[in-house]
């Protein structure tokens, strides 16, 4: 039986991939590491049957185990992928580059950006966005996701996509008029002054490629698959290991949640 002090409150959870983009109710990585690492060896097995954002499989990966991640979220299952997928942090850094460059340029054609947003958005999502943007970081926004749509291809478009996603919905600060992003309901603050949004995302981007510098190239194999947990097509005594937290675990006063298999 393991014995050990789970009060993770003062550790560094943004070590290598982690911090790319926020999710609810995540829980801290140094709880499956440790799970990982007394109960498995190099080589064996893990699985999380509700991956989320993949604070699983990103131990698996970094500990060297095969890992298996199953979810029904999109976002989840992107954030899987990118935070697990080896990524050349010169390469991340030129085309971060090209496309803050880009969108600086695109944001000198204000008629065309107005333009498009018309067009790229239907009259409910324009009135979600008056709410909570101002019209500058709209365009801003707009001049962002154009020039990513347009320079990259995946897997590395996802990647910053992801970027572009953790500027607007940032916890404190932000682009957006909400008071708090800490929260699952954020307030409308019309006496916030939003910060410019190319200035964020270059400073978020650069935060996160300094993290994915630790994420190792893949040695072991790793499946991030659509199936929910009552779907896993995994042949009986195939997984050594899994870990899991169920949906809000570090919302409530719970580990999650963690079973041997034999």
Same mark, same amino acid.
């Given at each position: ?14 070590? *290598?991939?982690?911090?790319?983009? $926020?999710?609810?109710?995540?829980? $801290? ?8 690492? %007394?109960? @498995? ?10 991956? =989320? *954002? =993949?604070?699983?499989?990103? %131990? ?6 095969? &890992? ?5 979220? $999109? ?12 990524? %050349? ?12 460059? =880009? ?5 000198? *054609? ?37 020039? +990513?749509?347009?320079?990259? @291809? ?18 404190? =600060? ?7 992003? &800490? ?6 603050? @019309? ?6 949004? +190319?200035? %964020? ?14 994420? $190792? ?21 195939? +997984?050594?290991?899994?870990?899991? *937290? ?17």
């Amino acid at each position: 039986m393991l014995r050990r002090d789970f009060d993770f409150e003062t550790s560094d959870s943004t070590y *290598s991939s982690h911090s790319i983009h $926020p999710f609810a109710a995540k829980f $801290p990585p140094q709880i499956p590491r440790l799970f990982i690492e %007394e109960l @498995t060896q190099s080589g064996d097995s893990v699985l999380d049957p509700m991956a =989320g *954002s =993949g604070t699983t499989i990103v %131990e698996a990966l970094l500990l060297r185990r095969e &890992a298996f991640g199953f979810d029904i979220d $999109p976002l989840a299952l992107r954030l899987c992928r990118v935070k697990t997928t080896w990524l %050349e942090p010169l390469e991340l850094e030129r085309d971060g580059l090209e496309i803050i460059q =880009g969108a600086l340029k695109l944001c000198t *054609s204000q008629r065309l950006l107005r333009r498009e947003l018309e067009m790229r958005f239907d009259t409910e999502t324009k009135e979600f966005l008056d709410y909570w943007f101002m019209s500058e970081t709209q365009l801003e926004l707009l001049a962002l996701i154009l020039t +990513i749509e347009r320079s990259t @291809t995946s897997p590395v478009r996802d990647f910053f996509e992801l970027v572009f996603s953790s500027t607007i919905i940032a916890k404190t =600060g932000g682009v957006s008029m909400a008071r708090d992003l &800490a929260h699952s309901r954020p307030h409308r603050d @019309t006496t916030k002054n939003p910060r410019n949004a +190319i200035d %964020e995302f270059r400073f978020r981007l650069a935060k996160v490629i300094k993290k994915f510098q630790n994420v $190792p190239q893949r040695v072991k194999r790793v499946f991030v698959m659509d199936r929910s947990a009552k779907e896993v097509p995994l042949p009986k005594e195939s +997984i050594d290991l899994i870990v899991t *937290s169920p949906p809000h675990a570090n919302a409530i006063d719970t580990l999650g949640g963690v079973t041997l298999c034999d």
